[in-house]
């Protein structure tokens, strides 16, 4: 088992900055892929940017330029510095963990981020 951790979240007015924590104990895989999604309400959760383990990052189009995902192995974390934001960026973040080859995929708790106009 994979527990993972957020923290992070909060109020911001547009054009402002926040970053992201996750930090994922218990049973590590070598070979994980780290992530973010989100989750607006009323909509279906969607990917934000994930992570491999060797440090290849993939983003939504609606984020490229403006988030940056990184990672820090030795203290199995994951971040996610979100510059520029966006009201229409407000939603509950989720930290994912994705066991390569094998089925298991994790999630945290979430994390409130709200963007003010």
């Known amino acids: 088992q994979v527990q993972l951790v957020e923290s992070g979240g909060g109020l911001v007015q547009a054009g402002g900055s926040l970053i992201l924590s996750c930090v994922a104990s218990?049973?590590?895989?070598?070979?994980?892929?780290m992530g973010w999604y989100r989750q607006a309400p009323g909509k279906q959760r969607e990917l934000v940017a994930t992570i491999t383990i060797g440090g290849r990052s993939d983003y939504s189009e609606s984020v490229k330029g403006r988030f940056t995902i990184s990672r820090d192995n030795a203290k199995n974390m994951v971040f996610l510095q979100m510059n520029s934001l966006k009201p229409e960026n407000t939603a509950s973040y989720y930290c994912?963990?994705?066991?390569?080859?094998?089925?298991?995929?994790?999630w945290g708790q979430g994390t409130q981020v709200t963007v003010s106009p």
């Open positions: 994912n963990y994705r066991v390569v080859g094998r089925p298991e995929t994790y």
């Open positions: 218990g049973i590590i895989f070598r070979l994980n892929v």
